[in-house]
């Protein structure tokens, strides 16, 4: 067979003759079972679909490249701060993939929905992959990783009935996590429904470290910036666009990158030194809480175009597997307790959704760095990750050749001390409110009116504990803020004023004073 020929064939490369019929004895059956190839397609065709993601399920990868300027804000060096080799020397260029996608809707869920989209880059750099698992809004719900699959199930369908999206499901767990109000003013947002992937920005929300050639350490934040600005869709355009397409962000992207309409974005971060800050009202660690960007300024490092759409959906769309664990050197974790959490759920999820060997994948292992593991076997087994020694040697150490250690880096020791004792605790520095409440105050007049009606109609759907309760907190978060919302449902502050903060909850000196004020 020539590399033409387009002669449909089995899997097993016999050529197909006839694929419009059953062999049958006679020709009105019945039907023989040693007919390999009518099994092989319907067998193959039941196995189709691998489990959706348990959360993004529905998303729309494309690809292209990240190109480094080699100098955080036009200003020093990259490796100042980071010895990853991707940053190095100004121009160079580094292959990605990026899914963007929804959260709470299935597969084929519409993309118009008010909900975080995912914003998740893989750079297949020349030490590994660095998968970069972020979002558009900035900031997260919840602060620690335990609290994942309550707050998940609150936004997935009743359990009973199947209902999606019952907002007292959403705000029942809302009214008794005060950490989600910053983000909940996000997502009700117009933010909270970009008007396509293109025109939104990007975090990584977490909080990470890079690490220098000396050892030293940052605590830093990404951000995302696009070229075609932010846009949005206020209620009211979101909810025509469902009714006429349920996919309109996919066909967006793939319809501009067709065009050549590529998307670019500015890759810039936010640096801290790497200790705990006590001179700020939040805790660094805090994935609830933005870095405020007059003290932790954001400033550019690269920028990223996007000029390839998929192949074939399924292989690369689909099967793209993205991890907070995915990092080269330079780059390294925070004891951000969401990051932790989070390291272990992707790859365990992926093990599950996709296969033990879902790195073996093209669109997954890396493209521009060598793989030499000792794991062998498996489901789906597609390549032996060998090395140039021993195929017989699948263990480490040996004298008799296989896989060596790398030589270890200059520096094995990094960062600062950490002491402590073992408990199950809080952080100390919650302030949950006050950047929800200046979220609203630096908003558009036009963008306060659409948050305000947002959560009105919200709040007008769940039962009356939970409506107290979250106007409770939106006073705490801004005046303003709870009079507006409080005037949709009929409630005053008089209503909330005898409510006690949550058993869950410990007031700043300056929440007191709100809490004495309410209203
Ligand atoms: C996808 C877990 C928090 C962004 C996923 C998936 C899981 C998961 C299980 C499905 C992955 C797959 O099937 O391939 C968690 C847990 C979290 C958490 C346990 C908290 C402890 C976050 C946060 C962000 C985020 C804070 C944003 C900064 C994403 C994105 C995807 C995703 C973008 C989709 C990746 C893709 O396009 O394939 N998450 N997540 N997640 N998560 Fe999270």
């Known amino acids: 067979m020539t590399d033409e020929d387009n002669t449909l064939t089995t899997r097993n490369g016999q050529p197909i003759a006839d694929n419009q019929n059953t062999r049958t004895i006679g020709?009105?059956?019945?039907?023989?079972?040693?007919?390999?190839?009518?099994?092989?397609?319907?067998?193959?065709?039941?196995?189709?679909?691998?489990?959706?993601?348990?959360?993004?399920?529905?998303?729309?990868?494309?690809?292209?490249?990240?190109?480094?300027?080699?100098?955080?804000?036009?200003?020093?060096?990259i490796s100042t701060h980071s010895r990853a080799k991707l940053f190095e020397p100004a121009g160079k260029r580094t292959e990605v993939a990026v899914r963007f996608s929804t959260v709470a809707g299935?597969?084929?869920?519409?993309?118009?929905?008010?909900?975080?989209r995912g914003f998740a880059v893989k750079f297949y750099t020349e030490d590994g992959n660095w998968d970069l698992v972020g979002n558009n809004l900035g900031v997260f719900f919840i602060r620690d990783a335990i609290k994942f699959p309550d707050f998940i199930h609150?936004?997935?369908?009743d359990p009973v009935t199947f209902e999606r999206q019952v907002p007292n499901r959403v705000f029942d767990f809302a009214s008794q996590s005060p950490e989600s109000l910053h983000m909940f003013n996000l997502v009700l947002s117009p933010r909270g429904v970009p008007a396509s992937y293109r025109t939104m920005q990007g975090f990584g929300v977490n909080?990470?470290?890079w690490v220098n050639a000396a050892g030293e350490t940052k605590l830093v934040k990404y951000h995302w910036l696009p070229k075609?600005?932010?846009?949005?869709?206020?209620?009211?355009?979101?909810?025509?666009?469902?009714?006429?397409?349920l996919g309109v962000h996919t066909k967006d992207l793939y319809g501009a990158i067709a065009a050549g309409q590529y998307p670019e974005w500015e890759l810039a971060v936010q640096l801290m030194d790497d200790h705990e800050h006590p001179e700020l009202e939040f805790d660094p660690l805090d994935d609830t809480k933005v870095w405020p960007e007059h003290v932790?300024?954001?400033?550019?490092?690269?920028?990223?175009?996007?000029?390839?759409?998929?192949?074939?959906?399924?292989?690369?769309?689909?099967?793209?597997?993205?991890?907070t664990g995915v990092l080269v050197d330079g780059l390294d974790f925070s004891d951000d307790k969401m990051l932790v959490g989070r390291t272990f759920s992707y790859s365990d999820t992926q093990r599950h959704r996709i296969g033990p060997n879902y790195l073996q994948l093209p669109v997954n292992t890396p493209k521009n760095a060598r793989v030499t593991t000792n794991q062998r076997d498996g489901a789906m087994t597609y390549a032996v990750d060998g090395g140039s020694g021993n195929p017989s040697v699948n263990y480490e150490p040996s004298i008799t050749g296989g896989p060596q250690e790398a030589p270890k880096p200059t520096h094995t020791e990094q960062g600062p001390v950490v002491e402590g004792r073992l408990t199950r605790q809080r952080i100390a520095r919650t302030n949950d409110y006050a950047q929800a409440?200046?979220?609203?105050?630096?908003?558009?007049?036009?963008?306060?009116?659409?948050?305000?009606?947002?959560?009105?109609?919200?709040?007008?759907?769940?039962?009356?504990?939970?409506?107290?309760?979250?106007?409770?907190?939106?006073?705490?978060?801004?005046?303003?803020?709870?009079d507006r919302v409080g005037q949709g449902l009929e409630l005053t502050a008089d209503d909330v004023r005898h409510?006690?903060?949550?058993?869950?909850?410990?007031?700043?000196?300056?929440?007191?004073?709100?809490?004495?004020?309410?209203?």
Not at 446 to 472: G, T
Not at 505 to 519: M, Y
């Open 106 to 116: 299935g597969r084929d869920s519409s993309e118009a929905v008010r909900d975080p």
């Open 228 to 245: 075609q600005a932010v846009k949005s869709w206020t209620e009211e355009d979101a909810g025509k666009q469902q009714g006429l397409e």
């Open 207 to 209: 909080t990470y470290k």
């Open 154 to 157: 609150s936004q997935k369908p």
């Open 437 to 482: 409440g200046e979220r609203y105050l630096l908003s558009e007049p036009w963008e306060q009116d659409e948050l305000v009606a947002n959560w009105i109609a919200n709040l007008s759907q769940c039962d009356r504990p939970i409506q107290e309760r979250m106007l409770w907190h939106l006073y705490m978060a801004e005046t303003e803020l709870g």
């Open 296 to 323: 932790f300024p954001v400033r550019r490092i690269g920028r990223m175009v996007l000029d390839r759409a998929p192949e074939d959906f399924f292989a690369e769309s689909e099967q793209i597997a993205f991890g």
């Open 27 to 77: 020709e009105r059956g019945p039907a023989t079972l040693e007919n390999y190839q009518f099994m092989e397609k319907l067998a193959h065709f039941d196995r189709e679909r691998v489990p959706e993601r348990v959360v993004h399920a529905r998303g729309a990868t494309a690809f292209g490249f990240f190109e480094t300027y080699g100098t955080v804000g036009g200003e020093e060096p």
């Open 499 to 519: 409510l006690e903060p949550l058993a869950t909850q410990t007031l700043t000196p300056e929440e007191e004073q709100r809490r004495a004020n309410l209203g």
